[in-house]
């Protein structure tokens, strides 16, 4: 049993047995955290939405703590020995994690993180980013870089992935998760990063293409929300 918490927009904490792992924490109320597990906190980049000082204050709470942050972020006044800095396309082992990133199409990375047998993917802001009003060749581009991203874990077997869908994309705003689902061989799917619009979470359940990945997609109705799933 793993127990996912939503914690608002693209925050989510995860929870094992041994371990919980906290993604882009900036918004929501945090549990009491088990002492003898330990804990990692993901920064996928600086954007407010997704980072704030607060959580090197949680080195107060728990023992066996690690920081994965990216490099884009400024964080010196918090550094200590558990505060690992990532660029995109790297691997590295992290206490008991074993960490991949991808480059974000917009600004740090998303993090790929083995424990154990089980396999958690975080997008960040990797996304399909299709802007009505952008000219063709930046949409383009944009397609193009994330598929290439994407593209990469196209042999992962992903147990829990968090990938953005953004309402403010317009028609646009399931993109990048439907070529997620094509693409990879993933269990469980929360979408994220939606800015409160669980309207926009609805709307996706009943898309013909989305539809038919049925109950591998998980969407949250409410900030502070706990799942248990089963493995």
């Not at 147990?159 to 061989?185: C, K, M, W």
Request: aromatic share 16%; with cysteine.
């Amino acid at each position: 049993m793993i127990k996912v918490k939503y914690l608002g927009h693209s925050g989510f904490l995860v929870e094992m047995e041994q371990a919980y792992f906290l993604f882009d924490y900036y918004e929501g109320a945090l549990p009491k955290f088990d002492l003898k597990k330990e804990l990692y906190v993901f920064v996928s980049h600086r954007h407010y939405d997704h980072y704030r000082e607060e959580i090197f204050q949680l080195r107060s709470q728990i023992e066996n703590i690690w920081f994965v942050i990216s490099s884009d972020v400024k964080a010196e006044k918090f550094e200590k020995e558990d505060t690992i800095y990532v660029n995109p396309n790297e691997e590295i082992s992290v206490g008991s994690s074993r960490i991949k990133t991808l480059r974000s199409t917009d600004e740090g990375v998303a993090f790929l993180v083995r424990y154990d047998d089980i396999v958690l993917y975080h997008a960040g802001d990797l996304n399909w980013w299709h802007w009505d009003g952008e000219p063709d060749e930046y949409n383009s581009h944009m397609e193009q870089n994330y598929k290439c991203e994407i593209d990469k874990l196209a042999k992962e077997k992903i147990d829990i992935a968090f990938v953005p869908v953004d309402p403010r994309l317009g028609n646009a705003y399931s993109l990048g998760l439907h070529y997620f689902l094509e693409q990879t061989e993933s269990k469980y799917v929360f979408p994220m990063h939606f800015w409160g619009n669980y309207d926009c979470l609805a709307q996706l359940k009943s898309e013909e293409e989305i539809k038919k990945y049925g109950e591998k997609i998980i969407a949250v109705e409410e900030e502070g929300q706990c799942i248990s799933l089963e493995f």
